[in-house]
């Protein structure tokens, strides 16, 4: 530590600062403490970075990818605000030396005991970064602080935000090295693409440094080329090693990075139960000391003076106590600190100021309170444009549903033409549904939205105020098309905006009315309207939704920083699109033409071949896949996402019966109807939200999908009027109500606010798809859609798809739940 210059601040957010503790290439490091006497390590970005706008998205991107980072042997991110004029990050202090001091100035190699406690721990930290879908990317041991309880891991994943400095090059255009030349991998030597492979390789060298205190390919000092060169091309040299790790050391430095082990293959090979302390007396009598010193440290007084590097930034120089004002977090914390650019021939690295994982409820990271994207108050008005958008376009399904005939009828067309343009409408919805969820990832979920909602509203107005039958039919089809955009971009805002699990839960509980209920719903409220309104009045209350929804998302609604650096996967999206097209198209037109046209099993066949290659190649592509590969957690995601798809053919049986019995009662007892469902779907989500975040979400879920069967049945049993149909009414919604809050709770589990969209987009097309089987089940027999005789049937069958669901819910999502920590075991470079 050193004493504060006069050309520091005094404060930076809500933190005083007490001294300096270190300078690297990202910017100063400072110690700090806060109103309640908690010591942190705040960390402020030079004002070269902070003026470079590419690098300021980046940032802001990693700073919210690391948050989620947890784990015992990895730092935690407590503060940050990237949107200041000069951005800064706060993490938990840590008074512990980095490996390179106690390995390269104090004490020398490590012993074998101490070196097989320390691969153990760093592959803990590796599982944790890689599982938050981050790369670490510059391991090394400055990277690794020494503890008495363990070592630490800091900086992972932020030296991604440096590379736009230099277009993604190995060398910025300041000559700066992104990593560290002692211990890169052989692919990052060569500028290819990084994979958790990297840090796999950077672990071994980690390691032969504790065990014999030199790096990996000999002295630095022999110049860059040459030095780089025996890293891409020799193999390293591991005398010294201990017998006991050589073999795992050797596999971790592979030069194939598919031939490196896991980290939990190495926690595996290095579980150790022996209950001797981890270093050597000397060691750990050195960090008494430190710890003691920093107690007895006092901060000089000193006068204010300016500072030229914050020059730059009016209001920041000087001592003002506001410099830098806080942004409260967004996501569950993580490790993070940021890292910077090695100068060549410079010490290994810098900035020994990362903290062990705060404490917080058993199983779950400490969650700071507020977010990063504003008060709570914006993310609710998030939510609620969420909401509105996904509203209009359920209702605006179901009333150009209901109303189609009387349409046509009035516009001069027969009902012959209402099936073709049913299926035109549903067929590029779910096809684009795809696409829609990769673009809210690309350029936001925000413009996207914005997009969206803009052209439903003008393909909604054109369909009421059509003059002939090919206006309500292309106004129709775009509607779909926009739909496509508006439901994933929706559903991603809520999951982008919600990270905090109980949080999220009580989001999801609200967009799930809309979202999974919305089918049903939608019908209980456009029937009763239908019936009293003209079917263009109805669509222009639909054109005044989505225009109240895009007002309200252009004017309040903030998002998170799009993917920037992905491009765009055309020939994923091409197959996505062509899979689901030819499936709901083969789905939807067997109803009329018969299963024995030739072209419907034809295309039925294409389109299931066209999805088996999507999902193949979605496993393949790195950095710009539609659905990234999140391997933690994909059980219960799986499980959530086969749910969806039942859940969407039990409500597809059951909507029919339940249009004709709306009919039946009248519009005023219809939107009684509707309340009751909607007010029950409430209760069961705004419950289920309070108790998620505690316990196993199947413990929730196979209950509110029971309940839910059991409404069907009692619908059917009471269907003579109204109050005898409330019984099973209220049920159903209950039970819904459960069920999607758990499901969409589940499915966006652990996945970066960057891929929801993706995520999002695959589970609205596992409930169409769902939606499509059960017009092909149902045969389209009008004998099913009535209230009489076999048409109860379809309710039983509903019930029926609703127990499957309960069960296979019940096998595949078994929690408990881990708050924001599960991610991608497949990471790509930090998202």
Known sequence: MEQLTGQDPTHIGPYRLIARLGEGGMGLVYLGRSDLGRTVAVKVVQAEHAQHPEFRRRFTREVAAARRVGGNWTAAVLDADTEAAVPWVATQYIPGPDLTTVVGKDFGPLPEHSVHILANRLALALQAVHEAGLIHRDLKPSNVLVTVDGPRVIDFGIARALDSIGGDSLLTRTGMLIGSPGFMS????????????????????????????????????TGLNAHLFRIAEEEADLTGVPDSLVDLVSECLAKDPALRPTPAQVVERTVTHRAEEWLPGPVLAQLGRKAAQLLDFTPEIRGPQPDPRLQAFPGVAGPQPTAYPLTPPLHAPSAYSPTGPAHFGAAPGYGPQAPPAPAGPPGRPFVPAGDSNGSHLRRGWGLAMATIAQLAVVLATSATTVLLYDALRDLGSDASSREWMVTAHF???????????????????????????????????????????????????????FAALITPASFALVAALFTEPSARAKAFGVYSLVGLGGAALSLFLAVPLAQVLPWRVLLFVTVLLAVIALVGTATLVRDLPDRTQAGFDAPGALLGTLAVAAVIFSIDRSTILGWGTPLIPLCLTSGVLLMAAFFWRQTRTEGGAILPSYDTGARERLGALITLFLNGLALAFAVPMLGEFLWSVGPWLGLVAFLVMAGSFVIGSLLVSAWLPRIAPRVLLVPGLLLAAVGVLLISLGMASLYGALPGMICLGFGLGMA????????????????????????????????????????????????????????????????????????????????????????????
């Open 427 to 481: 067929a590029a919805f779910g096809a684009l549904l795809f696409v829609g969820g990769h673009l809210a990832d690309l350029i936001g979920r925000k413009t996207t939205l914005l997009i969206g909602l803009t052209g439903f509203a003008m393909a909604t107005a054109v369909q009421a105020s059509a003059a002939n039958p090919d206006m309500m039919l292309w106004g129709y089809i775009a509607q779909g098309v």
């Open 740 to 831: 999607g809050t758990v499901l969409y709770s589940t499915v966006t589990e652990g996945i970066a606010p960057q891929d929801s969209g993706g995520r999002a987009a695959l589970a609205i097309t596992g409930q169409e798809l769902g939606d499509s089987a059960a017009a092909a089940l149902v045969g389209g027999s009008a004998g099913l859609h009535t209230l009489e005789g076999a048409g109860l049937g379809v309710l039983y069958m509903s019930a029926g798809a609703l127990l499957i669901a309960a069960l296979v819910g019940g096998l595949l999502i078994k929690g408990p739940r881990r708050g924001l920590s599960g991610g991608a075991t497949r990471p790509r470079e930090a998202p």
């Open 186 to 221: 052989p692919e990052q030597v060569r500028g290819h693409e990084l994979t958790a492979a990297n840090d796999m390789f950077c672990l071994g060298a980690v390691l032969v440094y504790a065990a014999t205190g030199r790096l990996l390919f000999g002295a630095t000092d």
